[in-house]
Every structure is written in structure tokens, then in C-alpha cells.
Nanobody, 121 residues
Framework: QEELVESGGGLVQAGGTLNLTCAASPAFFTIGPMGWYRQASGKERELVATISAGGMTDYADSVKGRFTISRETKKFVYLHMNSLKLDDTAVYYC????????????????WGQGTQVTVSS
């Protein structure tokens, strides 16, 4: 079943904007940090932005000032992408640190299936 799902990817012109959404399963007991990573064709996956359960954010230098990560009810995370560049083209993945059950003593890493973002000139 879908436990961490991204949406909002698509085709956008350079200089445009796009908004990504990640929804975590309501069955998860609690979720710690969440974030967005991306992987361009032929390149390694890289961190884009993270947000803690308390709302503390961090951004890769390449997107700082252009992208904004936000969170709602600790099970939804968003990425607002502004002033998109050709180099932003990649598959974007949602990440979450999850305690699945009330009895869980250690968190596990969860990844979404990815959503394609393509920036055209």
C-alpha cells in the first residue's frame, strides 16, 4: 500500500513555479524529520531540503532562496519551487523518518516512489 506518496510533478518552463506534495500514511504512529531529495538522470540522489518535526528547515545551496519546504500536521510535506532552472530537472523523492507503531523503539527510513519534474527552456 501507499505509505509515502508524492504528487505535483510535471513539465514547467524555466523561471516558472511548481509545487510538490508528499502525504504520509495516517497509520504511522509518528513521524520525525521529512524531506525532499532528487535524482537527475545519470547522477546520484541528492538532498534538496529537510524539515524537522518542529519546523526547522535546511536547504541545499543550489536551491536556497528559490525553494521552500513546509509541513502540515506532521504527515504532509510540501516543496514550493520557484525560479526553476533546467538543472532542477530530476525525479523528486519524499523522505520520512517514521515510527510505525506506538511500540516502535527505533525509526525507519521511508521513501516515496518519486515524481518527475522537468524544466524546459
Amino acid at each position: 500500500q501507499e505509505e509515502l506518496v508524492e504528487s505535483g510533478g510535471g513539465l514547467v518552463q524555466a523561471g516558472g513555479t511548481l509545487n510538490l506534495t508528499c502525504a504520509a500514511s495516517p497509520a504511522f504512529f509518528t513521524i520525525g524529520p521529512m524531506g525532499w531529495y532528487r535524482q537527475a538522470s545519470g547522477k546520484e540522489r541528492e538532498l534538496v531540503a529537510t524539515i524537522s518535526a518542529g519546523g526547522m528547515t535546511d536547504y541545499a545551496d543550489s536551491v536556497k532562496g528559490r525553494f521552500t519546504i513546509s509541513r502540515e500536521t506532521k504527515k504532509f510535506v510540501y516543496l514550493h519551487m520557484n525560479s526553476l532552472k533546467l538543472d532542477d530537472t530530476a525525479v523528486y523523492y519524499c523522505y520520512a523518518q517514521v515510527w510505525e507503531y506506538q511500540e516502535s523503539t527505533t525509526p525507519r527510513d521511508y521513501w516515496g516512489q518519486g515524481t518527475q519534474v522537468t524544466v524546459s527552456s
